[in-house]
T-cell receptor, first 112, second 118 residues
């Protein structure tokens, strides 16, 4: 089965860049997502990347995909205190399946 | 577009009781998903509907769990004979049909129903 791993915690200073990393085991992943979850709130889709892409940029967010190493990262430029949240990496497999598998989440703490 | 809504937001029940949760997806979405999230973990997939048809079920969905989407709009998730291990946040998500509004693969999540079994 698929396995998605993330580090549990990341602390950065306001204004710095944050890089949240994710590794996965199943090479047949087709869509890879980053979700944000704030306390007491639902999951918010931040961005996603197709498996045939290496990079995607969306304003302050940059997603990098290394298919060879099965590694996905999310870079947040100019991190703000409002970015403090838990970030989940998630992936969807090929074959028409709708199931999305989530990582355990990385808690980002932004220090003012 | 008012987003995905879930009711109730919180439910406390005694072990052995039955509970039912409701999810109202975004109106244009024909796909609906249920997930379970326990403390400190990411969401785990439970089941998926396309219109009224339940097309995927996780092995996490034991025979005490049943989900329905009778008219292809709202969905209910029922847990019978609740156990303390069922305590979790139950999340609903929906998405557009494939080929519309972009990829159709983005899932939009509701705020969840937090279940506590005492």
């Amino acid at each position: 089965g698929e396995d998605v791993e993330q580090s549990l915690f990341l602390s950065v200073r306001e204004g710095d860049s944050s890089v949240i990393n994710c590794t996965y085991t199943d090479s047949s992943s087709t869509y890879l997502y980053w979700y944000k979850q704030e306390p007491g709130a639902g999951l918010q889709l931040l961005t996603y990347i197709f498996s045939n892409m290496d990079m995607k940029q969306d304003q302050r967010l940059t997603v990098l995909l290394n298919k060879k190493d099965k590694h996905l990262s999310l870079r947040i430029a100019d991190t703000q205190t409002g970015d403090s949240a838990i970030y989940f990496c998630a992936l969807r497999l090929s074959g028409g399946y709708q199931k999305v598998t989530f990582g355990t989440g990385t808690k980002l703490q932004v220090i003012p | 577009d008012t987003g995905v809504s879930q009711n109730p937001r919180h439910k406390i029940t005694k072990r052995g009781q039955n509970v039912t949760f409701r999810c109202d997806p975004i109106s244009e979405h024909n796909r609906l998903y249920w997930y379970r999230q326990t403390l400190g973990q990411g969401p785990e997939f439970l089941t998926y509907f396309q219109n009224e048809a339940q097309l995927e079920k996780s092995r996490l969905l034991s025979d005490r769990f049943s989900a329905e989407r009778p008219k292809g709009s709202f969905s209910t998730l029922e847990i019978q004979r609740t156990e303390q291990g069922d305590s979790a946040m139950y999340l609903c998500a929906s998405s557009y049909p494939e080929g519309t509004k972009g990829s159709g693969y983005e899932q939009y999540f509701g705020p969840g129903t937090r279940l506590t079994v005492t």
